[in-house]
């Protein structure tokens, strides 16, 4: 699994950031998530929540 972030979708509601703070962070200046790191496989069913949660659909799994 392989996370990204749609910039010019995200709305910095910071849902993603909140459930996974060391996977996602808000980045105040581009107003946008970032990935601090990929999903470890612990972590990959937490992630793969967050992306179908995300209201605007800016997290992409691959």
């Known amino acids: 699994m392989k ?3 749609d910039p010019a979708a995200c709305v910095s509601c910071g849902m993603c950031a909140e459930r ?3 996977i996602f962070r808000i980045d105040h200046a581009a107003r ?4 601090v ?3 470890q496989c612990t972590e990959q069913d937490d992630a793969l929540e967050a992306a179908e949660d995300c209201p605007v659909g800016a997290i992409i799994l691959r």
Request: hydrophobic share 55%; aromatic share 0%.
């Open 3 to 5: 996370l990204s972030i």
């Open 32 to 35: 946008s998530a970032v990935i």
């Open 20 to 22: 996974l703070p060391a």
């Open 37 to 39: 790191r990929q999903p």
